[in-house]
């Protein structure tokens, strides 16, 4: 006979704690999504949240998804099991897209239209299980936050809840030349210095991968991201050899071939006409690896 697990009256809120009632959609302080709270409570674990972080237009919606795509069907050995329907829908979405030769559209400013992903993953069949949350943030709101604390509580909260995070950065514009790429993530690291830092002084332990995302147009950063990042993310690159004492770079790319059109505006916009990923699993893997 199936047990049923019959929900309390109110729940915490996973994310800042803020008791809910059981039926409400999205925490009422938060907007996190209540499922991923009922998902919580029948594993009866506490989740594992690993953040994705970034500019507005680094690609962070189209690596997450591709990432998610990639666990599902079990590249790396990799066993994923999707909590929650709700948890198959950022992939649902940019899979969707690249096959229809788009990229999908910017994720919104609003936290309750943010996508996001509870999965039960283990390296290979058998081994050990980690409940990973994953939530599709927008950039245009981490830079808000960032520019001005408490502007977005959930993403204070969630970075204080999360083991470990990747911070995504657009090497196309590095290696152009910009420093924003530079300026936005050094910013973001100070951020979540500030976020993990738990006694004066000391270097942080929670693991930060830093993926260099387009790689496709700067390939050299396949053959040593390190180096590229030396060059490129100086400054990047001298606050993680200093505060952060798990660091790693990584280069990564969705795309194969891109093709250029014009949107409705008259635009030009890339469009992914192969799709093939690289350096995918290799952060999350690492990262994995350090929780
Ligand atoms: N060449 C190349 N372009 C990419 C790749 N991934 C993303 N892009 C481009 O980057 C754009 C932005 O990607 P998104 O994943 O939507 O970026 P985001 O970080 O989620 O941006 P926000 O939702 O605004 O925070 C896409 O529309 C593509 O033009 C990639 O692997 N290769
Ligand atoms: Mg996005
Ligand atoms: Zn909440």
Known sequence: ???????????PCLICETANKPDAVVCSKCYAPMALIHEAYVQQREPCIVSIIGDSNVG????????LDMLTKRAGDFEAVPKGAYSVNLQHTVISYLAARKFPPKTPTEVDQWHWAYYQIAKKRGTRLYDLVMPDMAGEALAAEIAAPKTYTVIRNLLDKSAGA?????????????????FFALKLLSYLDGVFAHKPGQRIDAPVGIVLCKADYC??????????AHTNLNRVWNLCETRFSHYEFFAASCVGALGYGQDEEGNIIPHPLHVSPRGILEPFEWILSKL
Do not use: E, H, N
């Not at 919606?61 to 591709?66: A, K, R, S």
């Open 1 to 11: 006979m199936a047990t049923t697990l019959t929900l309390p009256a109110s729940m």
């Open 60 to 67: 962070k919606t189209v690596y997450l998804g591709m990432l």
């Open 219 to 228: 390939p050299d950063s396949f053959d040593d991201p390190r180096r590229f």
């Open 166 to 182: 990747l911070l995504l950065v657009d090497a196309a514009v590095a290696a152009a030349g910009s420093p924003q790429p530079d």
